[in-house]
């Protein structure tokens, strides 16, 4: 299974981005759709995660910034990130849970930074 990331870039402190995450329907259906991040030195960590029934679920330090939504239509999953700071500076990771089945996409590289 092959979760297609993209959005990543360069962003100064207080801007924003959107990343995506595709994923074969079968699994978008179905699957809980999270992001989460790695920064150097530090575990992975959970960004935001949406049920297909449309519950969140959003780290501390995402809340009140990023938002996270589901395009049916396109099995894609979104994050929409504001007021970025330079902590979030990270690869940011889609993940797909159906079950006991876990699947990556390949790590985007988000940089806060002025």
């Known amino acids: 299974v092959q979760l297609q990331a993209s959005g990543g870039g360069l962003v100064q402190p207080g801007g924003s981005l959107r990343l995506s995450c595709a994923a074969p329907?079968?699994?978008?259906?179905?699957?809980?759709m999270a992001w989460y991040r790695q920064a150097p030195g530090k575990q992975r960590e959970l960004v935001a995660a949406?049920?297909?029934?449309?519950?969140?679920n959003y780290a501390d330090s995402a809340k009140g910034r990023f938002t996270i939504s589901r395009d049916n239509a396109k099995n894609t999953v979104y994050p929409q990130m504001n007021s970025l700071k330079p902590e979030d500076t990270a690869v940011y990771y889609c993940?797909?849970?159906?079950?006991?089945?876990?699947?990556w996409g390949q790590g985007t590289q988000v940089t806060v930074s002025s």
């Open positions: 993940n797909a849970a159906l079950g006991a089945s876990v699947y």
């Open positions: 329907g079968s699994i978008f259906s179905i699957a809980v």
């Open positions: 949406q049920t297909r029934g449309g519950i969140t």
